[in-house]
Every structure is written in structure tokens, then in C-alpha cells.
């Protein structure tokens, strides 16, 4: 059972990634329409381990898994339950700051901005500290998002920039110029934006970013 629901998870989440093109989108991650019958198997089969096997070493994947597939379902609060449930069951174990990351997510999905900012904001300190690059990475893109929401750009430049400060990801500091580059634009800061265009050659941009 758990080896069937871990193929769907990872069919789902591949699904989910390659439609996602811009890393600063302020729409949400969603299922494409091909995959909402297999989202759904998931659930069933996740809901069906934690039933009958609730003892297991499968319960704290079981809940991950259930927890994303909510997030994706844009069922916020049903993800974000999953989420305390998993931390509530192994405080101490290896999902307790992705789960944390998730619970801020869901806060901010939510509106709960003041709450999943401080959820981010202690995640990435956490996350710094113990060299967890990927969350790091998430939480500081899920806050630029936000400020980008709320058109408060000054504000995401600066996160961009803090965030630029400890990257090691040449990848994903590629599109944090770019990204730098267009939030500049859209204040007229143009010496700055042409600055931060230029920047992007400093790492890895793919060909679609690089032209």
C-alpha cells in the first residue's frame, strides 16, 4: 500500500513541478486536470494507512503525503491539519521543519499573514542554521510571493537581496537577478533592474532566461 501510494506521490509531484515555470509565480502550485483522479488515490490510499496501520513506520509519510495533496487540492486548513498531526506525532523527527514550512504556507494560503510570516521567518532561521538549503530556498520564495501580492516591491527586493546574500544555489540565484531585475522595474529603479540583469550571466540561466 505504501509502495503504491509513494509512486503516485512522486508521479503527482513531478506533474505538479514541470507545469510551474516561473519560480515567483503568486499563483499557487495547482494539479493539472490528468492528474486530480490520481490525487485523489493518494488520499485513499495515505487515509487507508494511517486507519489500518497507525503503528507503522509509514504514518509520518502517510501524513506528508496526505498533507501536500490537500495544499494542492487549495483545501488549506485540511493540509494544515495534516501538518500539525505529523509534528504532533514525532516532534523530534525528520519532517518537523518541513512541516513548519508548510504550516506556513497554509497560513499565508489562508491570509493568516502575520502568523505564516513568523512561521517563515523562524523556518528559514532553523533551516540556515542547519544547512537545510531546500526549505530555506521555499520560504524565502513563499514570502517574496506574498510581498509581490501585496505590491509592497520595496520589500521584496530586500528579502531577494537577503536571500541572494547566503545562496549557494547558482541556479535558483539566476532567476533571483531576474527576478531582482523586474521588481526594480516596476518602480522605475532602471540603473538598479540593468544591474541585476547583468547579474544573472554571473550563474547558470538557462536559455528562455538567458535571451
Known amino acids: 500500500l505504501y509502495y503504491n501510494a509513494d509512486e503516485l506521490y512522486t508521479k503527482i509531484?513531478?506533474?505538479?513541478?514541470?507545469?510551474?515555470?516561473?519560480?515567483?509565480?503568486?499563483?499557487?502550485?495547482?494539479?493539472?486536470?490528468?492528474?486530480?483522479?490520481?490525487?485523489?488515490?493518494?488520499?485513499?490510499?495515505?487515509s487507508a494507512i494511517l486507519q489500518f496501520s497507525p503503528n507503522s513506520s509509514y504514518v509520518d509519510d502517510a501524513?506528508?503525503?496526505?498533507?501536500?495533496?490537500?495544499?494542492?487540492?487549495?483545501?488549506?486548513?485540511?493540509?494544515q491539519k495534516k501538518f500539525e498531526e505529523l509534528i504532533a506525532s514525532d516532534p523530534d523527527g525528520e519532517y518537523f521543519l518541513e512541516s513548519r514550512l508548510w504550516i506556513g504556507?497554509?497560513?499565508?494560503?489562508?491570509?493568516?499573514?502575520?502568523?505564516?510570516?513568523?512561521?517563515?521567518?523562524?523556518?528559514?532561521?532553523?533551516?540556515?542554521e542547519e544547512d537545510e538549503e531546500e526549505i530555506m530556498e521555499e520560504a524565502y520564495i513563499e514570502e517574496i510571493v506574498y510581498r509581490k501580492t501585496i505590491e509592497d516591491i520595496p520589500a521584496a527586493i530586500l528579502i531577494a537581496n537577503e536571500f541572494l546574500e547566503i545562496s549557494d544555489n547558482d541556479e535558483i540565484n539566476?532567476?533571483?537577478?531576474?527576478?531582482?531585475?523586474?521588481?526594480n522595474m516596476e518602480i522605475d529603479d532602471l540603473e538598479n533592474a540593468v544591474i541585476a540583469y547583468e547579474n544573472v550571466f554571473e550563474y547558470s540561466p538557462d536559455y528562455e532566461l538567458e535571451v
Do not use: H
Not at 514541470?18 to 490528468?34: G, N
Not at 501524513?63 to 493540509?79: A, E, I, V
Not at 504556507?105 to 540556515?128: F, H, P, Q, T, W
Open 105 to 128: 504556507k497554509c497560513e499565508m494560503r489562508l491570509r493568516n499573514y502575520a502568523d505564516g510570516l513568523v512561521v517563515l521567518k523562524e523556518v528559514r532561521d532553523i533551516a540556515i
Open 174 to 183: 539566476g532567476e533571483l537577478w531576474y527576478e531582482v531585475g523586474n521588481l
Open 13 to 46: 509531484e513531478k506533474q505538479i513541478q514541470d507545469q510551474k515555470k516561473d519560480l515567483f509565480s503568486i499563483e499557487p502550485p495547482t494539479i493539472p486536470p490528468a492528474a486530480n483522479a490520481d490525487v485523489q488515490k493518494l488520499i485513499e490510499k495515505c
Open 63 to 79: 501524513l506528508m503525503m496526505l498533507g501536500k495533496s490537500f495544499y494542492y487540492q487549495k483545501n488549506y486548513l485540511k493540509s
